[in-house]
């Protein structure tokens, strides 16, 4: 079984969690394209959706399946996205794909956070994956400071913009021993809008796609 079958896997697997009625959080990447692929056969089932990206926003409405203002919204149900990286103390990576401000606001007002990815995701540590984090474009330098002086290796993202007009530095050689802390740490640069370590909101669900099944993790 290939890395999209797999993902796939989780994502048909995620679907069980949608009930009538829902408005539905809905990620940005590779692995949550898969799920709202899905989300549009049951679409008939569920009030709308949130997206967490102009893209998947735009996938979405090419489904037919309604995407809605969160601010109309206020707290979700059920809130489903993929993850670069994962443990099994259901702690993540997140922001390969530099959605991270608004898939972080979407986690928080959601009651169940399911993560959804392909097996290769799961870790011991984070941190092999580029950790991003999401900056205001006049802090770039004095982030790549403060980060360097952790250990990390910063780098910006060249020639990318994120939906909100900031920048992505991606802190590249950074072991993460205790995702909690680094978070809270990170937090406090000024400049940084949003970190993708989602470890004081981590997922609630994690399921695994893989060549023998789905594995379902949770907290």
């Not at 999209?4 to 896997?9: E, F, G, L, T, V």
């Not at 972080?104 to 097996?119: E, G, L, M, T």
């Not at 952790?150 to 205790?178: H, S």
């Given at each position: 079984m290939n890395a999209?079958?797999?993902?796939?896997?989780a994502a048909e697997a995620a679907l069980?969690?949608?009930e009538i009625g829902d408005v539905v959080g809905v990620g940005t990447?590779?692995?949550?394209?898969?799920?709202?692929?899905?989300?549009?056969?049951?679409k008939n089932k569920i009030d709308g959706t949130v997206a967490s990206s102009e893209a998947s926003a735009q996938r979405l409405r090419a489904h037919g399946i309604a995407v809605l203002d969160l601010n109309q919204v206020g707290e979700l149900p059920l809130y489903v996205d993929?993850?670069?990286?994962?443990?099994?103390?259901?702690?993540?990576?997140?922001?390969?794909?530099?959605?991270l401000t608004r898939?972080?606001?979407?986690?928080?007002?959601?009651?169940?956070?399911?993560?959804?990815?392909?097996?290769s995701k799961l870790v011991a540590r984070l941190g092999a994956f580029p950790l991003p984090l999401e900056v205001i474009p006049m802090a770039q330098s004095l982030v790549g400071r403060?980060?360097?002086?952790?250990?990390?290796?910063?780098?910006?993202?060249?020639?990318?913009?994120?939906?909100?007009?900031?920048?992505?530095?991606?802190?590249?050689?950074?072991?993460?021993?205790?995702?909690?802390?680094?978070?809270?740490?990170?937090?406090?640069?000024?400049?940084?809008?949003t970190v993708g370590l989602f470890a004081l909101r981590g997922a609630d669900v994690l399921l695994l796609g893989g060549a023998d099944g789905v594995e379902e993790l949770r907290g």
């Open positions: 999209d079958a797999m993902k796939q896997a069980s969690y949608v990447g590779s692995t949550a394209n898969f799920f709202i692929d899905g989300l549009a056969r049951i993929g993850a670069d990286e994962a443990t099994r103390h259901l702690h993540l990576i997140k922001g390969g794909g530099g959605a898939e972080k606001i979407v986690a928080q007002v959601s009651a169940r956070f399911v993560c959804i990815a392909d097996r403060r980060l360097a002086a952790l250990g990390a290796l910063p780098q910006l993202r060249a020639g990318f913009t994120t939906d909100n007009g900031n920048l992505i530095v991606d802190a590249r050689n950074f072991d993460i021993d205790n995702p909690v802390e680094m978070e809270r740490r990170l937090n406090q640069i000024p400049g940084v809008v």
